[in-house]
C-alpha cells in the first residue's frame, strides 16, 4: 500500500533533483552545443563547486559568500581549462575530447582527494533555511523547499542570458552553427571560452547549494555525471528546454522509485533512457543530426 | 607487411609471452601484477576491436567485464559447477549475449550519445548486481571461494596455483584471444570494421549493413570482457564486486589510450604501463592515494601530445628509420607523369569490361528501361527541391544532368541513390520498385554513386580502400565470416585490381588516401563506387574543383567506364557533358526543362535563358 504523505514528499524530492540535474545538465549540453566537446569532467565540476563553496564557508561563515565562491571558481577552473587544454583539442575527432575530459576529471577528483582527504564535507544549510515546514499537507525540509527555488531562479537567469540577451544570441548561433559566427567576424573562440565557463558555473554552482541536503565526498560528481547524461540524452543534446525537461523526468523517476527499492531506480532511468531512444533517438526536444 | 610473413607477429608475441616472467621480475615488476597485465591485456582486445577498429568509444566496458566474472564465479561457487573454464566460458556466452542486447539499444546513436549511453548502462548495471541481485552477486562481498583452475593430462593434475603457474595460465589465454582477435581484425569483417570507423556514411553506401557490423564488434568486445571477468575471478580466487564500476571502464579506456588504440597490443603495453606505474608510485615512492592523481596527469598529457599512444608512436618511429612511410610531397611531386601516362594509356589500354554480378537478381522487367521516376517530389518544409520529375534512363546510355545552380540536381541524385526519400513519386530500378529503400540496399541491387565532396576512407590505403567497396559486392550487405582472411574472398583480388587499373592508380595503391593528390582522390572517389560493380552508377560532379588538364583527362577515364555501363552525370562543366552524353536533361527550379541530344540542347531557347538569364541569342 502507498504512503501517500510519503509519496508526495517524495514527488518533492523529485522536483528539486530534477530541477538540480536540468540546471548541470544546461551547462552540459550547452557547452557541448557550442564547442563541440562533451564534457566528461563536468561531474568533477559539480563536486568543486562543493568544495569550493565548503572552504569559503569554513572561513567566512556565510552560505552566500559560500555560492558565490563555488560558481566562481569552478567559473575560473572552466575558463583555464577551456584556454589551456580543450583549446586544442576543437579540431580533434571526438573521441580524443572524451579522452582528455575524462583524463581531467581524474586529475580534479583526485587533487581533491590529495588537499581534502575522502570523508565527506557537511556545508550547513543557511540560517533561517534549517529545519522543516509545514505546507499544511505534510512537513517537508526547509532547505529543500528554498533549494527548488534557488535553482529555479538560476534556471531563469541562465534562460535569459541564453535568450535575451546578446551574449546569449551568439551563444545559441554557436549551437547552430559556430563556423557561420566565426565568418561573420564574431571571435569564437571567446564566445567558446564564456560558455565553457557559464557551464562549468552552472555545475559549481549546484554543487554549492546541493551541498547542504547531500554531503560532497571526492567521487559524488561521478553519479550525477551518470544521471546527467540520462537528461540529455532524453532532452536531446544541444537544447535548453530539452535539458530542462529532461532533468525533472530523470528526477521524478529517481525518486518515486527510491521510494520503492533505491537498486532498481537506475533501471527505471535507464528503461525511460530506452524508450526515448526507440521512440525519439535524437531526444524529447533534440533536433536530428546534431550529435 | 604482415601479409607478406603471415605468423610473424604470433611468433613474436608468443615469445615475448614466454620470456616476460623471466626478464620482469627484474626489472622490479611484481609477479602478480605482471598477471594483472594479461587479464587487462585480454580485456583490452575485445576494447579495441571496438575502439581502434570500429571507433566506438565505450565507457561502459565493467557490465560486461562484470557479467563474464560473476556468472563464472557464481557458477563455481554457489551452483558447484564442477568444470572451471566451462564456467568461463559461460560467463563468456553470457557477457555476449547481454552485449547483443545492450548493443541494440546503445548503437541507436554514434558518437558522443554511445559513450553517454554505455555509461548510463554500466551505471545501472553496479546499482543491480549491489542491491536487486546480491543474493546471487553476494552484493559489496562478492563471491569468494573461486576454485584454481587445473588440467587434468591423464597422469597427473596441474594446479595452477602459484603466480608462475597462474602466469603461464593467462599467458596461454591471452595468446589464444590475440591469435582469435588477429584473425577478426584481417578479416573481411575486421576490413568493414576499419571502414566503419573512418568514413560510416560511405561504408553504408558501398553496400555494408553498417548497423549489423557495429553489433558484431560490440558483441566481440563484450564476449572479451566476460571472458578476461572470469579469468579475473580465477586469478583472485575471488570475485570482486568493483570489478562492475566506473573505474574499471575508465581505467580500460585509459591503458587503452596509453598504450595506443587500434594495434590490439596498446591495451597490454597501457596496462603494463598503468600498473607498474601504480605499484611504483606507492610501493617505491610512497605516494599513498596520490599516484592516481600524477597517473591521472600524466594521462592527459598523454592525450595531449602523443595522439597514437605508445604502440603507435613506436610504429611511426619505426616507419621512419625503415623509410617505409614516404614523404607527402614527394607523392605529389610524381603525380602529374603518373597521371599522363595514365590517361593516355587509357585510350590504348584494353577496358576493363562490365561484369553483371551473379549475386544480383535479374530484372525484373525486360531490361531495356534501367531506370525510372515517376513524379518525384521532394519538399523541405515549404521549399520545394524538385517538383514532379519524370525521367526515365535506358539500358547502356550516358545520361548528363545540367542545370544552373539551386536547379535541385543533387537532390534528384540523392533520391535516387535512397539516401533521402521522395515526398511524394516512385522510383523504379530495374523494373523493381526502390522507393523508401536505404542507401545499402539499393547499392547491392547496382546502383551506387560517387559523391560531389569526396567521401573516402582516409586512414585506409588506397587498395584497402577499393577492396572495402568491392567486399560488399563480393559478400553481400552482412556477412560474419570472421576467419576467413581478406585474401580468400574469391574474386577479390581481380576485381580491385581491375578497379585500381581502370581508374589508372595501380601505381599509387600502396599510399595511404591521406597522400594522395586531389585529383588522384576524386579517381578514387569514382573508382569506390566503381568496385561495388554497379549496373548504374551516378557521378555526382565528378570534375568538380579539377584543372583544366584534369579536367581533360577524367573526361577520357570516364569514357573508357561507360563502355558497357550504365551511367548518369551532373556536371557544371557544359563542354564535358556535351561530349560524354548522349541525351542530356535539364533541369531548373526543381523540374525538368527540357531533354534532349546535345545539340537539341545546345540549340535550345529556354536552355540559354536559365543560364543567361534572358539574353537571347541573335
Known amino acids: 500500500m502507498i504512503n501517500w504523505a510519503n509519496f508526495v514528499s517524495q ?9 538540480l540535474l536540468a540546471l548541470i545538465s544546461s551547462g552540459l549540453t550547452i557547452i557541448y552545443g557550442t564547442l563541440g566537446v562533451l564534457n566528461l569532467a563536468h561531474g568533477a565540476m559539480f563536486m568543486l563547486g562543493g568544495y569550493a563553496g565548503w572552504v569559503a564557508y569554513t572561513y567566512t561563515g556565510s552560505f552566500i559568500v559560500a555560492v558565490v565562491a563555488g560558481a566562481l571558481f569552478v567559473m575560473l577552473v572552466g575558463i583555464i581549462v577551456e584556454r589551456t587544454v580543450i583549446r586544442s583539442f576543437y579540431g580533434r575527432p571526438h573521441e580524443d575530447q572524451l579522452l582528455v575530459t ?13 588537499f581534502f582527504g575522502s570523508l565527506s564535507k557537511v556545508t550547513p544549510a543557511p540560517a533561517g533555511l534549517g529545519g522543516i515546514v509545514n505546507l499544511g499537507f505534510m512537513f517537508y525540509p526547509t532547505y529543500r523547499l528554498a533549494l527548488l527555488g534557488i535553482v529555479a531562479v538560476a534556471l531563469v537567469v541562465l534562460y535569459i542570458v541564453l535568450y535575451r540577451t546578446r551574449i546569449g544570441m551568439i551563444v545559441r548561433a554557436g549551437i547552430e552553427d559556430s563556423v557561420m559566427v566565426d565568418a561573420l567576424g564574431i571571435d569564437v573562440y571567446k564566445v567558446f571560452m564564456l560558455v565553457f565557463g557559464i557551464g562549468a558555473a552552472a555545475a559549481g554552482f549546484a554543487g554549492i547549494v546541493n551541498a547542504p541536503v547531500v554531503s560532497i565526498s571526492p567521487d559524488v560528481g561521478e553519479t550525477i555525471l551518470v544521471q546527467t547524461f540520462v537528461v540529455v540524452v532524453i532532452g536531446g543534446v544541444g537544447s535548453f528546454p530539452g535539458a530542462v525537461l529532461g532533468g525533472l523526468i530523470a528526477g521524478e523517476i529517481i525518486s518515486i522509485t527510491s521510494m520503492f527499492n533505491p537498486g532498481y531506480s537506475y533501471v527505471m532511468l535507464f528503461a525511460a533512457m530506452t524508450l526515448v531512444l526507440v521512440l525519439r533517438p535524437y531526444g524529447l526536444l533534440g533536433t536530428a543530426g546534431r550529435e | 607487411m604482415i601479409r607478406k610473413r603471415p605468423l610473424l607477429v604470433e611468433s613474436v608475441t608468443a615469445v615475448v609471452l614466454i620470456a616476460a616472467p623471466f626478464v620482469l621480475p627484474h626489472l622490479g615488476v611484481a609477479p602478480t601484477t605482471v598477471n594483472r597485465i594479461l587479464i587487462w591485456g585480454t580485456f583490452g582486445l575485445g576494447f579495441d576491436i571496438l575502439f581502434g577498429f570500429t571507433g566506438l568509444l565505450s565507457f561502459g566496458q565493467s557490465a560486461f567485464f562484470g557479467t563474464g566474472g560473476m556468472v563464472a564465479a557464481y557458477l563455481l561457487t554457489v551452483a558447484n559447477f564442477p568444470h572451471v573454464m566451462s564456467a ?17 539499444i546503445a548503437l541507436r546513436r554514434t558518437g558522443i550519445y554511445f559513450a553517454m549511453i554505455t555509461v548510463a548502462i554500466a551505471e545501472v548495471f553496479y546499482f543491480v548486481e549491489f542491491n536487486p541481485l546480491s543474493a546471487f552477486t553476494g552484493g559489496e562481498n562478492g563471491l569468494p571461494g573461486v576454485p584454481t583452475p587445473q588440467l587434468w593430462l591423464g597422469f597427473t593434475t596441474i594446479k595452477f596455483n602459484t603466480d608462475l ?9 591471452y595468446f589464444v584471444g590475440l591469435v582469435i582477435a588477429l584473425r577478426v581484425v584481417r578479416s573481411p569483417v575486421g576490413a568493414v570494421l576499419s571502414a566503419i570507423r573512418d568514413n560510416p556514411l560511405r561504408a553504408a553506401a558501398v553496400g555494408h549493413n553498417i548497423g549489423s557490423y557495429k553489433l558484431t564488434a560490440f558483441v566481440i568486445a563484450a564476449a572479451y570482457a566476460g571472458f578476461a571477468g572470469g579469468l579475473l575471478a580465477l586469478m583472485q580466487g575471488f570475485m570482486p564486486p568493483d570489478a562492475f564500476t566506473f573505474d574499471t571502464s575508465g581505467q580500460l579506456v585509459m591503458q587503452t589510450a ?5 594495434t590490439l597490443f596498446g591495451p597490454l603495453v597501457g596496462a603494463a604501463v598503468w600498473l607498474y606505474l601504480s605499484d611504483f608510485f606507492q ?13 591521472g596527469v600524466v594521462f592527459v598529457l598523454l592525450v595531449v601530445f602523443l595522439r597514437r599512444g605508445i604502440v603507435g608512436g613506436l610504429a611511426t618511429l619505426w616507419q621512419r628509420a625503415t623509410g617505409r612511410a614516404r614523404a607527402p610531397h614527394e607523392a605529389a611531386e610524381s603525380d602529374p607523369h603518373a597521371v599522363a601516362a595514365g590517361a593516355v594509356a587509357a585510350t590504348a589500354a584494353p577496358v576493363v569490361e562490365f561484369v553483371p554480378s551473379p549475386r544480383r537478381p535479374k530484372p525484373a522487367d525486360d531490361g531495356a528501361t534501367i531506370l525510372k521516376a515517376e513524379g518525384l517530389t521532394k519538399r ?37 541513390t535512397c539516401e533521402v526519400h521522395p515526398t511524394e513519386g516512385r522510383i523504379t530500378f530495374e523494373g523493381r520498385d526502390i522507393t523508401g529503400f536505404g542507401v545499402t540496399e539499393v547499392c547491392q541491387l547496382g546502383l551506387t554513386k560517387s559523391y560531389q565532396v569526396n567521401q573516402l576512407f582516409t586512414r585506409l590505403t588506397v587498395r584497402e580502400n577499393v577492396t572495402i567497396a568491392a567486399l560488399a559486392e563480393k559478400r553481400g550487405p552482412f556477412r560474419l565470416d570472421l576467419f576467413r582472411s581478406v585474401a580468400g574472398v574469391e574474386g577479390l583480388s581481380q576485381r580491385v585490381e581491375d578497379t585500381l587499373k581502370l581508374v589508372h592508380l595501380t601505381e599509387r595503391a600502396d599510399l595511404p588516401v591521406s597522400e594522395l593528390a586531389y585529383g588522384e582522390k576524386r579517381r578514387l572517389e569514382i573508382g569506390l563506387a566503381l568496385a561495388t560493380a554497379p549496373s548504374l552508377l551516378l557521378l555526382d560532379e565528378p570534375l568538380a574543383g579539377m584543372s583544366p588538364r584534369e579536367r581533360l583527362e577524367t573526361v577520357v577515364l570516364l569514357k573508357s567506364i561507360a563502355r558497357g ?7 557544371h562543366d557544359m563542354d564535358a557533358i556535351f561530349e560524354l552524353a548522349e541525351t542530356i536533361t535539364v533541369l531548373r527550379e526543381g523540374s525538368v526543362l527540357v531533354e534532349g541530344t546535345p545539340e537539341q540542347i545546345k540549340a535550345n531557347a529556354a536552355v540559354q535563358e536559365a543560364y543567361l538569364g534572358g539574353v537571347h541569342a541573335p
Open chain 1, 11 to 19: 514527488c518533492f524530492n523529485g522536483l528539486v533533483l530534477g530541477a
Open chain 1, 102 to 114: 575524462f583524463g581531467l576529471s581524474i586529475v580534479f577528483v583526485e587533487a581533491i582527494r590529495f
Open chain 2, 88 to 104: 568461463v566460458f559461460i560467463g563468456t556466452i553470457v557477457a555476449a549475449v547481454v552485449g547483443y542486447l545492450i548493443g541494440l
Open chain 2, 165 to 173: 603457474s597462474m602466469y603461464v595460465f593467462l599467458a596461454f589465454w
Open chain 2, 258 to 262: 596509453i598504450g595506443g588504440a587500434g
Open chain 2, 283 to 295: 610501493t617505491t615512492l610512497h605516494l599513498g592515494a596520490t599516484w592516481k592523481l600524477v597517473l
Open chain 2, 380 to 416: 523541405y518544409g515549404g521549399i520545394v527541391a524538385n517538383n514532379d520529375i519524370s525521367f526515365s534512363v535506358k539500358r547502356g546510355e550516358l545520361r548528363g544532368i545540367i542545370g544552373p545552380n539551386g536547379a535541385g540536381k543533387s537532390t534528384f541524385f540523392k533520391m535516387l
Open chain 2, 565 to 571: 555501363r550504365t551511367m548518369i552525370v551532373i556536371d
